[in-house]
């Protein structure tokens, strides 16, 4: 089995600063790692994911994340947040053999001005 | 992306009535959809795999006969929840996968969400 850690809750920040948000994972296969984005009342929406090769991925709206395998962790970057950034973000994972996503309980971003 | 599309997004029932959700695949075909549940301030909570043209598998502690659920397109799959009470009251999400004939396609895609409300 497959379990979710994320170890912030609630993150605030200011516009414009520098956000992370820190996921770890346990697991006794490999696994695919994911990051998704859940604005209020609506379904979730991939950020990005990790699924081989380099370590470090990016999504297009600027968040990266980096799979470190001796650390388990997936922790999620942005240097400059916008007030649209404003979320909730699930760390997920998946084993590679099969498909079902365990969620991380979730992180919730507040930007201000 | 891959497009899926919940209905409603929001419904308000009475308690004992039943309450049907759909999970439609728009651009493609989903061999196997997912149901979750969220809790406020919540994670999901995996409730059952729907598999077109078979039975569902339901997560432990999931009642089969309170949630059914039903798959029976490669584009449709539908969650009923029967004889509703307040505490059914959640924020239900489906998912499905886009294997597009490749088996280590592992994007996921998320409908929008229902809220339901029982009073």
């Known amino acids: 089995a497959q379990s979710v850690t994320q170890l912030d809750s609630q993150v605030p920040v200011f516009e414009e600063a520098p956000v992370e948000l820190r996921c770890n994972y346990s697991?006794?296969?490999?696994?695919?790692l994911f990051w998704y984005v859940q604005y209020p009342n609506q379904g979730l929406q991939l950020l990005l994911k990790y699924l081989s090769g380099s370590t470090l991925v990016e999504s297009i709206n600027g968040f990266e994340a980096e799979f470190n395998k001796s650390q388990t962790s997936f922790h999620l970057r942005k240097p400059s947040v916008h007030i649209s950034d404003t979320a909730e973000y699930f760390c997920?994972?998946?084993?590679?053999?099969?498909?079902?996503?365990?969620f991380g309980a979730g992180t919730t971003v507040t930007v201000r001005a | 992306g891959a497009v899926v599309s919940q209905h409603p997004s929001r419904v308000i029932c009475k308690s004992g009535t039943s309450v049907k959700i759909e999970c439609r695949s728009l651009?493609?075909?989903?061999?196997?959809m997912f149901w979750y549940r969220q809790f406020p301030k919540k994670s999901l909570m995996l409730m059952a795999t729907?598999?077109?043209?078979?039975?569902?598998?339901?997560e432990q502690g999931v009642e089969k006969d309170k949630f059914l659920i039903n798959h029976a397109s490669l584009t449709l799959s539908t969650l009923t929840v029967t004889s509703a009470h307040p505490e059914d009251s959640s924020f239900y999400i489906c998912?499905?996968?886009?294997?597009?004939?490749?088996?280590?396609?592992?994007?996921?895609?998320f409908g929008q969400g229902t809220r339901l409300t029982v009073v």
């Open positions: 998912s499905a996968r886009d294997y597009r004939g490749d088996p280590t396609n592992t994007e996921a895609f």
């Open positions: 729907s598999n077109e043209g078979s039975k569902a598998t339901y």
């Open positions: 651009d493609f075909q989903a061999t196997t």
């Open positions: 997920a994972v998946t084993p590679s053999n099969d498909y079902k996503l365990s």
């Open positions: 697991s006794s296969v490999s696994v695919y």
